[in-house]
């Protein structure tokens, strides 16, 4: 059996739903483009994904690089346990499937197969926190961050666009540890332009402020740095850090901004507890650091079913709720 | 330290719902010698398993008895494998479902020049890599860790997915207990390698009969095993799992058949505790520690003596595994 041979599934770009791809999540096309740019570079990478491939746009990379797709359909578990298998021969799994399966269904293979095993397995879980919106809470995921980051031996990313994401996925290439991608659903406006620097475990200062810092992460960088615009248009000295790598947590940038400004709010798509918010609260309480620390995110609830941006609205988790949040919080 | 075993049901070692199967095989094109080799390999896993569950004073003596000859004819006859090169890209690779059967393993792995002898020694204790499951960031040898069941059959399928990707060809055994066919990654598994035409890919059911509750028959129903696997698209053998010509026959053809498209499953009808009487015919043995009296006994009895009649009495007490 040749590699040729490999059954990557049904793709077919001449497809509703291929044709589709970039209007409806340009965001993810970065997935696919990413991956492909190390396949033409020389790196033994594969992709492989859970009966999502229009969902996350592998299709993209499947139609490209058959030969190094797999479709696993519906079998998140095996497909994790499989990723493990294929890593041990020198080849590098990217496997895809919606966060709340990824995190939530696969924790234990993750765990003992990828982390533990120290395999380099590359894990993107995509349409994380409450981007599913209508599609309900098994469809959300709001735990993933609390869990990725208490599994030792496990880089935990949430980058805050394509862009970023592809600078990871590039930057990813040399990193020997097994890695989560927590990522959006592809419709959230870029932050950065075309593969910015990116360095695992090194924050991105945005603006720094003596009142308030917000540390963001993922999705929410993008409506924080509104926020942050008309914050400091109206006087106010508000910073803004984008935490992307959750895990090794930029400790000496958290410690930065604490000692610069009265009080950290962090902004996290994600239960407010074990997440972002948690991580640098460990962070703040072991230094003793004068600053407060105030959390905004999911607070320790199952979110309401909605549109996305009609969610986002309710849990102030678009640039004017955040505008608001910071507002209360300095009044 | 009184001779222990962690309660079980009452023994029906065969297990409930088997049908025994035409012998398929040729056992006669094997060398004599090649079967007293063989046999002779699967004794000094039983020894070898007594010997360090006596450091450690708790361990499973009978699930690994009960496959002692497929150890023996995976590692002495079917595996590819270069003595001394533990991570050789082209071997064939083994991965345990029921990794609790690893300290029947580590002696073929020490064997194979993988890590030094000595290392059995401190089986278990503070320090050594060997524990009671087999870890592959520990151990070299160990292709892939175990512990929690139900994962391994998806690990083999990846790494022979990774094998045809990389260019490589090499054959992927897994050993999977009978009570594994419980969980259901299990069947995800056994659906993705019959749809990716994994040939290369060799599942072994250790037909034990048993799991730590009781008989698998009789906690959880799992049979009609075969009908089951030929259903997800798998080529199905039945075997002697004690057999060890009949395993050495079987194996061969398995690794000749370069053409095959189904994966193979090998349903080793085997016995737990098998080579000691006394284990054979009670369930008791998932989990246990003999006493010295009782140990030399099964030795005597695995070496091929008569075994003393006044052994293996059950004790309440619990094997000290502190």
């Known amino acids: 059996m040749t590699a040729a041979e490999t059954l990557a599934g049904p793709v077919n770009p001449g497809s509703w739903q291929y044709r589709q791809l970039n209007a409806r999540a340009p965001g993810l096309s970065y997935l ?15 992709a492989g994904t859970a009966d999502l491939q229009y969902s996350n746009g592998l299709a993209r990379f499947a139609a490209r690089y058959p030969d190094r797709f797999i479709q696993f359909g519906i079998s998140e578990q095996n497909m994790v346990s499989a990723a493990a298998g294929i890593a041990t021969t020198g080849m590098t799994p990217f496997v895809a499937t919606f966060a709340s399966f990824l995190g939530l269904l696969c924790c234990e293979q993750i765990r003992m197969d990828v982390a533990y095993s120290a395999l380099p397995v590359r894990l993107i879980g995509h349409h994380a926190g409450i981007a599913l919106g209508f599609y309900g809470t098994s469809h959300h995921a709001t735990e993933d961050l609390a869990i990725m980051r208490s599994i030792a031996g496990l880089t935990v990313v949430n980058p805050a666009d394509g862009p970023q994401l592809a600078a990871a996925i590039k930057a990813s290439a040399d990193h020997p540890e097994p890695i989560y991608f927590r990522i959006g659903r592809g419709q959230e406006p870029n932050v950065y332009d075309d593969l910015p620097d990116f360095r695992f475990g090194k924050a991105i200062e945005h603006e720094t402020g003596t009142d308030l810092t917000i540390i963001a992460c993922g999705t929410m960088v993008h409506p924080s740095r509104e926020a942050v615009r008309a914050l400091r248009a109206s006087g106010l000295s508000v910073g803004l850090i984008d935490m992307h790598t959750i895990k090794p947590l930029d400790r000496e940038a958290v410690l930065a901004a604490a000692e610069r400004s009265r009080i950290i709010l962090t902004v996290e798509e994600h239960n407010i507890l074990g997440g972002l918010g948690g991580a640098v609260a460990e ?26 941006t009609h969610l986002y609205r309710h849990y102030q988790l678009d640039a004017a709720g955040i505008e608001t949040v910071v507002h209360d919080i300095l009044s | 330290m009184p001779t222990t075993a962690i309660a079980g049901p009452a023994p029906d070692p065969m297990g409930a719902g088997r049908t025994p199967t035409p012998e398929i095989l040729a056992p006669e094109i094997l060398a004599p010698e090649t079967i007293a080799h063989l046999e002779e390999r699967a004794r000094h896993v039983r020894l070898e398993t007594i010997r360090l569950i006596a450091i450690a004073k708790v361990g499973h003596y009978s699930s690994t008895f009960s496959c002692a ?12 494998l270069r003595h001394g090169e533990p991570r050789w890209p082209d071997r064939d690779r083994f991965l345990m479902g029921k990794g609790h059967a690893a300290v029947g393993l580590y002696p073929l792995l020490a064997d194979w020049g993988f890590f030094p002898k000595e290392l059995l020694d401190g089986y278990t204790r503070l320090g050594n890599p060997l524990g009671d499951h087999p870890d592959m960031t520990k151990v070299p040898g160990v292709d892939f860790s175990s512990g929690s069941i139900g994962h391994a059959l998806s690990a083999g399928l990846g790494m022979v997915m990774g094998g ?21 990654q299990v069947w995800e598994a056994a659906m993705a390698a019959a749809h990716q035409k994994a040939g290369n890919l060799i599942a072994i059911v250790d037909r034990n009969g048993y799991q730590l509750d009781g008989q698998v028959d009789e906690v959880m129903g799992i049979e009609p095993l075969a009908d ?19 395993l050495a026959t079987l194996f061969r053809r398995l690794k000749q058949d370069k053409t095959r498209r189904k994966p193979a499953c090998v349903i080793a009808r085997t016995l737990k505790g098998k080579g000691v009487g006394y284990m054979e015919r009670e369930a008791g043995w998932h989990l246990g520690y003999l006493a010295p009296e009782d140990e030399a006994a099964a030795i005597a009895e695995i070496m091929g003596q008569p075994a003393s009649p006044a052994i293996a009495q059950k004790d309440a007490a619990q094997g000290d595994a502190r």
């Open chain 1, 32 to 46: 696919s483009d990413a991956l492909s740019a190390l396949v033409e570079d020389g790196h033994p990478v594969m």
């Open chain 1, 283 to 308: 962070v703040m309480a072991e230094a003793g650091t004068k600053a407060v620390l105030i959390r905004h995110g999911i607070r320790d609830e199952y979110s309401l079913i909605a549109p996305p």
């Open chain 2, 69 to 80: 000859e497929l150890f023996a004819t995976l590692y002495y006859d079917a595996m590819r």
């Open chain 2, 164 to 184: 045809r990707m990389m260019g490589r060809r090499f054959d992927v055994y897994v050993m999977l207990g009978d009570g594994e066919m419980q969980e259901g």
């Open chain 2, 228 to 246: 089951k696997w030929r259903a997800f698209g798998w080529e199905v053998h039945e075997v002697d799992g004690h057999d060890v010509a009949a």
